[in-house]
């Protein structure tokens, strides 16, 4: 503290340890303990960070610092030092378990968002799933029911992970919950959507999209936007790639978006996927690959949507055991079954 005589304000006499008439002063810093830090008596000297401070003061006596009493003051100092530490960590404890629960709940509501129930009978039928890395995931997707002629279907793949590409993920799918029957709607649908993400982002985030329709007649119309080549599976056929159409949406204003068809026939399959099926690793950082995605596909050529579904997913945990997958997984399968009412 400065000490003026003839100051004023905060240095004048009455304000200073003068008026306090204190012969001594004494301060011990109060250090943050880690472990394996050391011993008691040397970790006030190891440089370690300050987090506080142990003060004494004294009108009668001067107070001794030698030889035991400062072991002692030290000795002190690490016990208040310790509880301080402790008091830091369990309020961080508290604090990420709060942030837990709030996941785990979020986790729950997006759950929710997805479909329900899928379409078992009819002339379209269905199987999907999505299985986000973290608490919330980026990935999502829907199949609904235009009116009694058309469906429409959606799989999107947010970039990045967490809360934030979750969050987007959710304002996709708001975004294409609602679709008409006119396949050329289907451009300007994405352009408008490319717009907006534009104008929210700044290009800082994008999804790749791959949003369809399919009629009674079989005429699969599409956009896809830089996502995985969907599947065509025909029994006794080669299998056919529905390739890229366009960039993927929130990443170029000036992106535009085509739209392509493809005819099914009866018994035809439209196997829809993320990134995270072909690329989960497994224990020794091996990819899954298309190569064993196809080959599952030839294997079951003649299987309903669901054994599709199911024969991937089942492949993907096997092969991925128990490595930390890196993306979230979704796969959507459509079986289109001519007349089937």
Same mark, same amino acid.
């Given at each position: ?42 970790? !006030? ?64 509501? %997006? ?56 969050? !987007?993920?959710?304002? !996709? ?52 936007a830089a996502q995985c080549p ?32 493809? %005819?099914?026939?009866?018994g035809d399959k439209v196997v ?41 997913? %089942? ?27």
């Amino acid at each position: 503290m400065n000490f003026d005589p003839l100051g004023e304000g905060e240095t004048r006499p009455q304000n200073s340890i003068a008026d306090l008439e204190l012969r001594s002063a004494i301060c011990v810093p109060l250090v943050r303990i880690r472990t394996g830090q050391g011993d008691a008596t040397s970790v !006030l000297t190891t440089g370690s960070e300050t987090v506080g401070l142990l003060y004494m003061d004294s009108r009668v006596l001067a107070a001794d610092l030698a030889g035991g009493n400062r072991e002692l003051l030290q000795t002190l100092a690490i016990e208040a030092s310790t509880v301080l530490e402790n008091a830091r960590l369990l309020e961080e404890e508290r604090t990420k378990h709060k942030m837990e629960e709030e996941l785990r709940l979020a986790r729950t509501i %997006q759950q929710s968002l997805l479909p329900g129930k899928l379409p078992a009978d009819g002339w379209l039928r269905a199987s999907g799933s999505s299985v986000a890395t973290h608490e919330v995931g980026g990935d999502y997707f829907d199949v609904t029911r235009v009116n009694e002629r058309c469906w429409s279907a959606v799989v999107a793949d947010v970039s990045g992970k967490g809360v934030s590409s979750a969050l !987007l993920a959710s304002l !996709l799918q708001g975004a294409l919950i609602t679709a008409t029957d006119v396949p050329s709607a289907l451009e300007h649908r994405m352009e408008q959507l490319n717009r907006f993400l534009i104008g929210r982002t700044g290009g800082e985030k994008y999804a790749t999209v791959f949003y369809c329709l399919l009629d009674v007649d079989g005429r699969l119309s599409y956009v896809n936007a830089a996502q995985c080549p969907p599947l065509v599976v025909r029994p006794g056929a080669p299998l056919q790639e529905l390739e890229t159409t366009g960039m993927p949406v929130g990443l170029m204003e000036s992106a535009t978006f085509q739209t392509a068809s493809y %005819q099914l026939e009866d018994g035809d399959k439209v196997v829809i996927y993320s990134d995270g099926v072909t690329e989960a690793a497994s224990s020794t950082g091996e990819f899954f690959g298309k190569k064993q995605l196809r080959q599952i596909l030839v294997e079951h050529q003649g299987a309903s949507c669901t054994v599709i579904h199911d024969a991937i997913q %089942q492949a993907v945990s096997v092969f991925a055991e128990d490595a930390a997958q890196s993306d979230d997984i979704t796969v959507v399968v459509l079986e289109y079954r001519k007349g089937g009412g």
